[in-house]
């Protein structure tokens, strides 16, 4: 009889420490998973052209930037331009890449997948952040 119940203490033991070894093995992996995520993360910006053709970029150190300044970092890299005007409330995007604002198609930029609500000079962009330039539509 005491054969058997040290056998079970033994094997519940092995089992509760199995269990443990990767509980902890899990996590340890699930915190280098984030930290390389956060390490790659930072603020996306994409231009959509409106005819299936897209650019993005990545800005991993954002700091004090603007969702304009980024549009300007992005045309630089992808080689197009950029054609504002500026107003009291901020910067208006009128062309892209020889797009420009008609009333079929217009800039609008989006803001974590929203419209945004400030003009794009004078949102400072946050780590994380996805800006989207899209040519479409507008709605009004």
Do not use: C
């Amino acid at each position: 009889m005491k054969k058997i119940l040290l056998y079970l203490i033994l094997t519940i033991a092995f089992i509760a420490g199995v269990g443990f070894y990767f509980k902890n093995s899990n996590t340890s992996f699930k915190l280098d998973q984030i930290k390389v995520e956060e390490e790659t993360k930072g603020v996306t910006t994409i231009v959509d052209f409106g005819d299936e053709n897209k650019v993005t970029y990545l800005e991993k150190n954002s700091t004090n930037l603007t969702a304009y300044d980024l549009l300007k970092k992005t045309a630089e890299v992808n080689n197009f331009e950029i054609k504002v005007k500026q107003y009291d409330f901020g910067v208006f995007v009128e062309e892209i890449d020889g797009r420009k604002n008609t009333n079929e198609k217009a800039w609008i930029y989006f803001l974590n997948s929203v419209s945004a609500t400030a003009a794009a000079d004078t949102y400072i962009v946050q780590h994380g952040d996805l800006i989207e330039w899209k040519y479409i539509e507008p709605q009004f």
